[in-house]
């Protein structure tokens, strides 16, 4: 995250998922599934659905936070097929088991949530008034910029053995 203020902060709802595991090593998995394009009127951790393998509950809101020097980057996001929102859920140690640690709209920072010890990072698919609003975020803000590559001066292999006479040529 960034020192400078966002623009604009977005909150929004997540959904995670509680899904019986298929494994020796763990009772449960539990992953972010999506995001709501607003905060619903419910506490954290409600449930929404239960059955017999999964349950999948709100577990609480979150803001995205849009930032101009970041337009580029919602710009590809939005322009990708599916464009994703990242969503990163901390382990608490208690109950509820996780805490929505972060949401993002950024791939840069997405990928930068993905760091080894950073509990539960998946990509969720955007909602219709995210893609939205951000979209009129990139418009108002992007600035595209034209890469120009550096041009380098030809080097010159005499350079360095002008200034020694050990290296002149001799005639």
């Given amino acids: 995250m960034s020192t400078v203020a966002p623009l ?6 997540v959904v995670v998922e509680r899904r019986k595991a298929a494994s020796p090593w763990a009772e449960v998995i539990w992953r ?20 017999a393998e999964t349950a999948t509950f709100y577990a609480g809101e979150a803001e995205i ?6 337009a580029d ?9 599916e464009p994703a929102v990242w969503v990163a859920l901390q382990e608490t140690g208690g109950d509820p088991p996780y805490a929505v640690a972060a949401v993002t709209a950024d791939p840069a920072e997405g990928e930068g949530l993905t760091e080894p010890g950073q509990g ?26 034209v890469f120009e590559r550096r041009k380098r001066d030809r080097a010159d292999p005499e350079a360095l053995a002008r200034h020694d006479s050990r290296y002149r040529k001799r005639r």
């Fill in 73 to 81: 980057n919602y710009r590809r996001n939005l322009a990708s097929a």
């Fill in 120 to 145: 539960i990072i998946e990509a969720v698919a955007m909602p219709e008034p995210l893609r939205l609003t951000i979209g009129a975020f990139v418009a108002e803000h992007h600035v595209e910029r």
């Fill in 32 to 51: 972010p599934v999506a995001v709501l394009g607003g905060v619903p009127d419910a506490a954290a951790w409600t449930p929404l659905a239960i059955d």
């Fill in 8 to 13: 604009l902060r977005i909150p929004v709802g």
């Fill in 65 to 70: 936070e849009l930032y101009r020097s970041e």
